[in-house]
T-cell receptor
Framework: SQTIHQWPATLVQPVGSPLSLECTVEGTSNPNLYWYRQAAGRGLQLLFYSVGIGQISSEVPQNLSASRPQDRQFILSSKKLLLSDSGFYLC????????????FGQGTRLTVV | AQSVTQLGSHVSVSEGALVLLRCNYS??????LFWYVQYPNQGLQLLLK??????LVKGINGFEAEFKKSETSFHLTKPSAHMSDAAEYFCAVSDQDDYKLSFGAGTTVTVRA
């Protein structure tokens, strides 16, 4: 069966510090991978998605970046965090085009102080 | 490009009462439509989806939704609310030839005893 792992679960970081959130998927090949951010009281905002190794599409210009060094690994990074980067970050995967279900990780609660 | 509007950020119902969550979408092509549920500090779980065929879709936990093309709507209902239904609900849309899933702002459901 397929599983998705996302860590850490919670993170408190000072303004200006770097960020690295990791997501890995097991049990499937060549998944589509996504990073979403959920800010307090707001919906889910798609940040990045990837349909293959090294292929990253950015939806929202900001100080975050994403990388896909392996087929089932998706990393969200920042060189210098801002207060506005606080939120709940969710990794997800799917297979195929738009008619398939997306499976979500448990999320990372990031607080920038 | 597609977008989703969820009417009402908060809905409060009595246990045993009807749950109705509203979702309207805009899409330039026939869409795929989804409802997801999120429990506190967790990822999202698929409730149901519409791709093609029957416009009344049944999902898990007694929920169902009806796709109405003329109204560009995909409202979610449950005849009798249970305390365990308290959660945040998201409507989402994707296009047939796209990898991206766009979410509404979410509706938080509270259930009164």
């Amino acid at each position: 069966s397929q599983t998705i792992h996302q860590w850490p679960a919670t993170l408190v970081q000072p303004v200006g510090s770097p960020l690295s959130l990791e997501c890995t998927v097991e049990g499937t090949s060549n998944p589509n991978l996504y990073w979403y951010r959920q800010a307090a009281g707001r919906g889910l905002q798609l940040l990045f998605y990837s349909v293959g190794i090294g292929q990253i599409s950015s939806e929202v210009p900001q100080n975050l970046s994403a990388s896909r060094p392996q087929d089932r690994q998706f990393i969200l990074s920042s060189k210098k965090l801002l207060l506005s980067d606080s939120g709940f970050y969710l990794c997800a995967w799917s297979v195929g085009l738009g008619d398939t279900e997306a499976f979500f990780g448990q999320g990372t609660r990031l607080t920038v102080v | 490009a597609q977008s989703v509007t969820q009417l009402g950020s908060h809905v409060s119902v009595s246990e045993g009462a009807l749950v109705l969550l509203r979702c309207n979408y805009s899409s330039s092509v026939p869409p795929y439509l989804f409802w997801y549920v999120q429990y506190p500090n967790q990822g999202l779980q698929l409730l149901l989806k519409y791709t093609t065929g029957a416009t009344l879709v049944k999902g898990i936990n007694g929920f169902e939704a009806e796709f109405k093309k003329s109204e560009t709507s995909f409202h979610l209902t449950k005849p009798s609310a249970h305390m365990s239904d308290a959660a945040e609900y998201f409507c989402a849309v994707s296009d047939q030839d796209d990898y991206k899933l766009s979410f509404g702002a979410g509706t938080t459901v509270t259930v009164r005893a």
